[in-house]
């Protein structure tokens, strides 16, 4: 039985429109999922409440994947043979994309993805397209900003320590920064890993300052990115620039337990509100969904994936309106061809599916005092560096002045 339908009276004379998709509701990326499927029916509200799309309401068709990839495949299939909806989209994340990647090019179908690294990279299927900002080189485009910066400081850095978790996502991120060292001409003096159930990363982080590094590259999971930051205002780590890729430090609870040992730190992000992102709609967004969270239980910010998740859709809408049509082939070769206003700005998509340019930000905690959530909700504290065109404020440097 599918667990959720929505649509509106203004839209509901002619048969919906439906889109289909697993999401994690269950199990370790939950939060994410509960947070990605409020942003997808706030879209189906707003879509509705204008007459729903080519005069037909959209009904959203959704069930558990319970963060299991191995569930992906009976949930898709029921949804195209015996739900009969007109698209699907991906649930969140990579894990629980790649197993349906085959289903998609088996049926020739087009599919809009939220939140997967590189999932295309081997299948090169050309109905794919992936809402997350990370460019089509995702590697590099991940930790590109945190090497233009440093590489623009004078004097220039000369040595850098790059340090991560043994699992997927760091070894990728770190494969990148890798050939950022190597283009920027940046010298490796550590280049470590750690299991990711290490509990303490003091003797880490002392390992790391032996070496002396001008910069630290961390790509870490959310446990190991607390542990890491505590260690460092534990130690002294009297570097130049610190962070990079530390995942978790995107969402209220981290923000919230670190406060001020935020400051200085550098990491990559999709979206912030800095005014130099005031894209049109998004700050109405934030607010009905920042209204909403507590009592759903979903992160109180809502600036990572909630408008990505709406905005994934949003191109689906605004495909299916320009073609007129609910067919496949054409709705994906519009897709592939135009660029679209979201509430996380113009996207353009490149041939392997990724955003045409990356955008993924590099920026600076600033000015953070205390625990208070409410003011990561301002502009201020999370300032932008990279890219030019988004910058907002000026970089602290070197990072050791703050930890003074």
């Not at 048969?15 to 029916?41: C, E, R, V, Y």
């Not at 994947?65 to 569930?71: E, G, I, L, S, W």
């Not at 605004?318 to 996207?347: H, M």
């Not at 932008?384 to 970089?395: A, N, Q």
Request: cysteine-free.
């Amino acid at each position: 039985m599918a667990l959720g339908a929505a649509w509106a009276p203004a839209a509901q004379a002619a048969d919906p429109i439906k889109i289909g998709f697993g999401m994690a509701l269950t199990g370790a990326l939950a939060g994410n999922g509960k947070a990605a499927l409020m942003s997808m029916q706030m879209w189906a509200e707003d879509v509705n409440k204008k007459g729903g799309l080519l005069g037909r309401p959209v009904e959203l068709v959704y069930y558990d994947d319970q963060t299991k990839p191995a569930a992906v495949p009976g949930i898709y299939t029921k949804l195209l043979d015996v739900d009969k909806v007109n698209f699907v989209v991906s649930g969140y994340g990579t894990n629980v994309i790649a197993p349906l990647m085959p289903i998609a090019v088996e049926r020739n179908l087009l599919l809009m993805g939220l939140f997967g690294m590189a999932n295309n990279e081997k299948t090169k299927y050309k109905n794919y397209f992936q809402i997350m900002p990370s460019g089509p080189e995702p590697a590099l485009g991940w930790s590109q900003g945190f090497f233009e910066v440093a590489a623009k400081q004078q004097p220039k850095p000369q040595t850098i320590a790059l340090v991560g978790a043994d699992a997927e996502y760091p070894h990728n991120a770190l494969a990148g920064a890798r050939e950022h060292v190597k283009h920027y001409g940046f010298k490796v003096v550590y280049d470590g890993k750690y299991p990711p159930s290490t509990v303490d990363y003091t003797p880490i982080v002392r390992a790391i300052k032996a070496t002396n590094p001008d910069l630290v590259y961390v790509a870490s999971y959310p446990p190991d990115t607390a542990g890491i930051i505590q260690a460092v205002h534990e130690v002294g780590l009297p570097v130049k620039m610190f962070g990079g890729g530390m995942v978790g430090l995107q969402f209220a609870a981290l923000q919230t337990k670190l406060g001020p040992k935020l400051n200085g730190v550098m990491n990559y992000e999709f979206y912030v509100p800095e005014p130099t992102l005031s894209f049109p709609g998004i700050n109405e967004f934030l607010a009905r969904y920042q209204a909403q969270a507590e009592k759903a239980g979903v992160d109180p910010l809502g600036h990572y994936i909630p408008p990505f998740a709406y905005a994934y859709v949003q191109v689906l809408g605004q495909a299916v309106e320009a073609t007129k049509s609910v067919d496949q082939k054409k709705v994906a070769d519009y897709i592939r061809a135009n660029e679209f206003n979201t509430i996380v700005g113009k996207v353009r998509f490149a041939p392997n599916g990724e955003w045409a340019k990356s955008r993924v930000l590099m920026v600076q905690f600033q000015n953070v005092k205390g625990s208070d959530v409410a003011q990561f909700k301002k502009a201020g504290t999370r300032v932008v560096l990279y890219p030019e065109e988004s910058k907002s404020g000026t970089l602290i440097y070197p990072f050791s002045k703050v930890l003074k």
